[in-house]
């Protein structure tokens, strides 16, 4: 007996429907893995920035605000003000911009502790010009970068924490300034952390929408 093989094709295998929940949870972990990417791109940004200390002369320094305790000058604040003067000494700048307003209840602002704390140290009135309204770093860096353009200087050395160094300088680039950076202090992982959520977000929507951000 002859056995003849059938010369039917076999039935083709349906693919399993991909459900729409897979596809959503595919979506989010998708976006999950940018936006941890994203977020440790500007971590790298803002720690390298916190090593990069300023070299080149500049025709005015900014010494951004920070705590004082009626007329007094809190530790980060005197850090910074040291640096400003180490500056101004050096012949690195030949203005220095104090900034800073007052919060409720205080006798006087950061910017007038830090021009008092100054004029002592043996810079003349002439070299300092004060910004007394600033409650945010986006405030006190655009009122300093009028200030500043009103006498045609654009290039400005800012000084402030380490971990500060990058959202400081993007923050000056919103508003027309070529900004370096004296840096003060060591910076901390959860200050550069905190730092680098900051920058994200402020690279995202402009660092003024970001004015609600204490420092």
């Known amino acids: 007996m002859t056995e003849v093989e059938s010369t039917d094709s076999p039935e083709p295998v349906s693919p399993e429907p991909v459900s729409p929940r897979f596809g959503i949870i595919r979506f989010f972990i998708l976006l999950a893995l940018v936006l941890v990417l994203y977020v440790f791109a500007n971590f790298t940004d803002v720690w390298v920035a916190s090593r990069d200390e300023v070299k080149e002369y500049a025709p ?8 004082q305790y009626n007329g ?4 980060v604040l005197k850090s910074r003000l040291d640096r400003a003067l180490e500056l101004y000494t050096d ?6 911009v104090v900034t800073g307003g ?3 209840g205080d006798i006087t ?5 830090g021009y008092d704390y100054l004029r002592a140290a043996g810079i ?6 004060l910004e007394v309204q600033g409650a945010s770093t986006y405030e006190s860096v655009g009122a300093a970068a009028r200030i500043l353009r009103n006498r045609d200087i654009t290039r400005a050395i800012l000084v402030t924490d380490a ?3 990058r959202r400081a300088q993007l923050v000056a680039e919103e508003f027309g300034m070529d900004a370096q950076v004296a840096l003060v202090g060591t910076p901390s992982v959860g200050r550069l952390i905190r730092e680098s959520i900051a920058v994200s977000l402020g ?4 660092f003024r929408r970001l004015d609600w951000y204490q420092d």
């Open 60 to 67: 005015a320094a900014v010494v951004l605000g920070a705590a």
């Open 72 to 75: 007094e000058p809190s530790p």
């Open 91 to 96: 012949s690195q700048v030949d203005l220095v």
């Open 102 to 104: 007052g919060k409720s």
């Open 109 to 113: 602002t950061e910017a007038k502790t």
């Open 124 to 129: 003349p009135d002439e070299a300092l010009l």
């Open 163 to 165: 971990y500060h160094s």
């Open 203 to 206: 690279r995202i929507t402009s």
